[in-house]
């Protein structure tokens, strides 16, 4: 059964960091596209960014362009996301998702979603 | 405001069909054959139903089906069920540079 985790989800102040972790599990990791996606409160869904499966081809929505960063650790089979300078309007639920079909935003298997709140 | 247009909400009785509509452009929706369309519930991760615009993951009934036309695409409902009450959003991919996947702005389906 495939499963994904999040985790790493805070309250953290204007400006500050934080690292999103995804465990993945019941897949080949490594050969998959996976994405960020985020919601905030009472709104709808956002494409944020993804990865292919061997790392080296990443992709951002212009709003994180910059100040977030993708990756992944095919070894722990987990994908990451690192934000900084974060912003009040970065306050979401993001949610990690598995891609079936290249990249293409095909996403078949989400995780339950970790929570992030940036307020002073 | 989102990259794809969809109605805000749609309604049907139960045993019903309904249709929610998502319009993009031709750098996405019309550009390519990767529409998707996810229902998710209150407070729960999405789920998706539709992909490649016209394809169902294995264990999404056939009541769910996708089409385009042009740069609008759609998603039918067929035979309403209660449990098919929430929210429903389309994306697109949109190209290999840039903004990869976009989002519409979702579609609260309420049935009646």
């Known amino acids: 059964e495939v499963q994904l985790v999040e985790s790493g989800g805070d309250l953290v102040q204007p400006g500050g960091s934080l690292r999103l972790s995804c465990a993945a599990s019941g897949f080949t990791f490594s050969i998959y596209w996976m994405h960020w996606v985020r919601q905030a409160p009472g709104k709808g869904l956002v494409w944020v960014s993804r990865i292919r499966g061997d790392g080296r081809d990443t992709g951002y929505d212009d709003s994180v362009e910059g100040r977030f960063t993708i990756s992944r650790d095919n070894a722990k089979n987990t994908l990451y996301l690192q934000m900084s300078s974060l912003r009040a309007d970065d306050t979401a639920v993001y949610y990690c998702?598995?891609?079936?079909?290249?990249?293409?935003?095909?996403?078949?298997?989400w995780g339950q979603g970790t929570v992030v709140t940036v307020s002073s | 405001q989102s990259a794809l247009t969809q109605p805000p909400s749609a309604s049907g009785s139960p045993g019903q069909s309904v249709t929610i509509s998502c319009t993009g452009t031709s750098r996405d929706v019309g550009g390519y054959n990767y529409v998707s369309w996810f229902h998710q519930h209150p407070g729960k991760a999405p789920k998706l139903l539709i992909y490649?615009?016209?394809k169902r993951p294995s264990g999404v009934p056939d009541r769910f089906s996708g089409s385009r036309s042009g740069s609008t695409a759609s998603l039918t409902v067929s035979g309403l069920q209660a449990d098919d009450e929430g929210d429903y959003y389309c994306s697109s991919y949109a190209g290999s540079s840039g903004i990869n996947v976009v989002f519409g702005g979702g579609t609260k389906l309420t049935v009646l």
């Open positions: 490649e615009v016209t």
């Open positions: 998702a598995r891609d079936v079909v290249l990249g293409s935003g095909s996403l078949e298997n």
